[in-house]
């Protein structure tokens, strides 16, 4: 090519750009007026459930919907029987394996590669953390708006339940590979902070700027909350309900809480409207939860105008009896720790969203990733839904603990998470099979395991073994995941490459580990960052909650550095997407849909749900969440305090004795007797959180557990107030 065709070339491609860019705003023109469009849909869904008659199946062929379209938008029109549902909750997600990830053709006996068994324990893939100013509580349950395939006691019998694997040919290149144009990038706009105000529902008192109302509530419906607040602080956007819980008014009359909570997030009023707004802000009408709803509404006569959410304060912390004005500045401080570390941050709906947010502000703008990080295959995330579960929830029954139990002592980790966000997995991951594997030095082998990865292998727990399980193995019910003990068990499962480090190289004796096949990940950084402010703000926070000389500024800092802890557990669970369930019905003699499950039937029609896959989120890492989760399951059973390079102690459940252990419960171990492990206030770190004096009958359910663990809790706090004076 010549200087003049090269010329002319770029003379040609001008032109080719201002016509691109005149198509690009006509589809933009488009776009709004589609968005418009649908909007005004989903407003008029909403109020056709404002009627005793109307159907879900008639609104859906007249709107030109999906049947479960039209119930996510107005949930009351849900044709699905209430037994049913009580029974299918959101819980379901997690009880199977998502059918996007293929298996592959079974075999008589997959090829295995027998791991080194690491008898001399390499170091451990833990990072140190800056010392905290003082101790704070640990966290205290797993992240609700996250499910995951965790362990919960159950006295039903289960069963081996089969994982999907790696298949071969042409289908498995699908599992090494990413999203095409589709990644996290850095936003180029600031998000707008909302009007905010804070409700105890149960007294009326009423929080807004420098100033306490109370207001009279009337029959506490979403309606006359609007009405009343509205009219004290024109211009809110976000009511937080403090106390109270009005979703919960009436519960009694339906048959389950949900139920209870999604008909009032729809109680006809003549002034509201469901909100589903539009742009970045796009909202789905109202979110039903039986605990933490979210109600978006608009005012009937101005629907396309601004909207005001009723939220639960429950979504950040819990405010355990504190007033509107202390939960007020617990945000105000939550805001200014957070500013201290972004300066551009804002508090959103919620801690999952501002989790999000703030991370996504910290994507690199120099270096490999400066253009974003790469979603993976459509594949690979169902594939880590499946396989990868988050916290470990496991009651350990006699006889491997005694009947009665000598004490019930808790232990928390302090902001657990925190500790594992130093290292996670980046890019496209590649594949190492078993004989990949086998063909590895064994100092290629640990390397690999001590790496970012996800392992599929053949376990067998040790002759003479006398201790807790190390790896899960998957089952079927409700419990989805069990951890063998049992000397000579075997089973095959998948499991992070923390936790198989661990059950090779353990201090006690070495499992068999056969790999079968597995993926490795680059090594990187993507929540390093992030992790680092969000324990600075919640250090400043912990520090502030003990030495400040008021009370109420005290209670408001602990609430903040709580708040802090929600935004790092719900933003990385946030991280975790999982596919999306879509229910219906079909009347009786037609067809169903393909790949559907029958959930009930009756005269008329059938009910059922299927999985409807993934969306193309642009911020949807499975892999940072699962490689999160490994390394704190591994670290409840051995975790090293270290001064420098220098192990100096150790913690976890494998440094009890045999058969003193009782209960695992995502971050927290139960134990039989005291443990001499040291407490710095550092993130990852076991704090001593309850003891109950026994003899104690051992507990045979959860909920027998909770109740123990809340004496334990209470004993201990007033041992600890009784030496303090």
């Known amino acids: 090519m010549d200087r003049k065709t090269y010329t002319a070339e770029l003379a040609s491609l001008r032109e080719l750009r201002t016509g691109i860019t005149a198509a690009e705003k006509q589809v933009a023109a488009a776009q709004k007026e589609l968005d418009k469009l649908t909007a005004q849909r989903a407003r008029r869904v909403a109020g056709l459930a404002g009627y005793e008659g109307a159907k879900a199946d008639a609104v ?7 049947v479960g379209d039209v119930v996510r938008i107005a949930p009351l029109l849900d044709p699905t029987p209430a037994a ?11 009880a199977a394996p998502a059918p996007e990830a293929p298996k592959a053709e079974p075999a008589a006996e997959p090829v295995s590669a027998l791991a080194p068994a690491l008898t001399r ?10 010392a905290a100013e003082a101790p704070a509580e640990a966290q205290e349950r797993a992240a609700a708006a996250t499910p995951a395939p965790a362990a919960t006691p159950a006295p039903a019998a289960v069963g081996p339940r089969e994982l999907p ?15 095409t144009a589709l990644t996290s990038k850095r936003p180029n706009f600031t ?14 008192d009423l929080a807004v700027r420098d100033r306490v109302e109370r207001l009279d509530l009337g029959a506490r419906t979403p309606g006359e909350i609007l009405d009343a607040v509205l009219a004290s602080a024109p211009g809110t956007e976000r009511i937080y309900i403090t106390a109270g819980a009005p979703w919960h008014d009436g519960a009694e009359r339906y048959s389950t809480l949900k139920d209870a909570v999604a008909a009032w997030l729809n109680t006809p009023s003549q002034r509201w ?22 109600g978006r509404y608009a005012p009937a006569t101005a629907p396309d105008s601004a909207g005001t959410e009723i939220r639960s304060m429950g979504e950040w912390f819990d405010p355990d009896g504190a007033d509107v004005v202390t939960c007020r500045q617990a945000f105000t401080l939550l805001w200014q720790a957070l500013r ?12 999952s969203q501002t989790g999000r947010d703030l991370w996504s502000r910290t994507i690199p703008t120099t270096g490999k990733w400066a253009g974003g990080y790469p979603v993976l295959s459509e594949e690979l995330r169902a594939l880590l839904h499946a396989t990868a579960g988050q916290g470990r929830t496991e009651l350990i029954l006699p006889p491997h603990v005694p009947q009665q139990l000598p004490a019930l002592v808790e232990y928390d980790r302090t902001f657990a998470y925190a500790k594992h966000l130093w290292k996670s997995p980046v890019g496209t991951p590649r594949r190492i099979t078993a004989a990949a594997f086998a063909a590895m030095s064994e100092q290629e082998q640990t390397k690999a395991l001590m790496s970012c990865s996800h392992w599929n292998v053949r376990v067998t727990v040790p002759q003479g073994w006398q201790h807790v399980g190390l790896l899960p193995a998957p089952v079927t019910g409700d419990r989805a995941w069990t951890y063998p003990s049992q000397p000579g068990a075997t089973f095959t499962t998948w499991a992070g490459g923390a936790e198989i480090h661990l059950a090779l190289s353990n201090h006690i004796a070495p499992w068999r580990i056969e790999v079968l096949d597995g993926l490795l990940w680059e090594d990187g950084k993507p929540l390093d960052e992030w992790g680092k402010r969000l324990k600075s703000a919640w250090a400043d926070l912990t520090s502030l909650s003990r030495a400040h000389a008021d009370e109420r500024q005290r209670q408001a800092a602990h609430l903040a550095s709580r708040a802090v802890r929600s935004v790092l557990l719900f933003g990385l669970g946030g991280f975790a997407q999982r596919p999306r369930l879509v229910s219906g019905t079909t009347p009786v003699g037609e067809a169903l849909p393909a790949g559907v499950e029958i959930l009930g039937r009756d005269d008329e029609v059938v009910t059922w749900q299927r999985q409807a896959g993934f969306s193309r989120d642009p911020y949807a890492h499975p892999e940072w969440a699962a490689y999160v989760w490994s390394g704190a399951r591994a670290a409840l059973l051995d975790m090293k305090y270290r001064q420098g390079k220098e192990v100096i102690a150790t913690a976890g459940a494998l440094h009890a004795e045999p058969g003193t252990v009782v209960y695992f419960g995502t971050d927290g171990i139960a134990l039989t007797e005291r443990q001499p492990w040291p407490y710095r206030g550092e993130p990852g770190d076991y704090l001593l959180k309850g003891h109950l004096t026994g003899p104690v009958e051992h507990p045979t359910t959860q909920e027998q557990y909770l109740k123990l663990r809340g004496l334990g809790r209470a004993e201990l706090a007033a041992a600890e107030k009784g030496s303090d004076r």
């Open 165 to 179: 694997t790696l298949p071969e040919g042409p289908a498995g290149a699908r599992f090494e590979a990413v999203t």
């Open 191 to 204: 998000q707008q902070a909302r009007s905010t105000v804070f409700l105890d529902a149960a007294t009326g």
């Open 121 to 130: 324990p390499a170091a451990v893939p833990e990072q140190p953390t800056p």
């Open 84 to 94: 049913v549902r009580a029974a299918t909750t959101d819980d379901r997600a997690t």
């Open 340 to 351: 201290r570390h972004w300066d551009d941050a804002v508090l959103m709906g919620s801690p």
């Open 273 to 294: 409207t469901t909100a589903v707004g539009s742009g970045r802000d796009k909202l789905a009408g109202h979110f039903v939860h039986q605990r933490q709803p979210v």
């Open 60 to 66: 859906a062929k007249a709107s030109g919907l999906s």
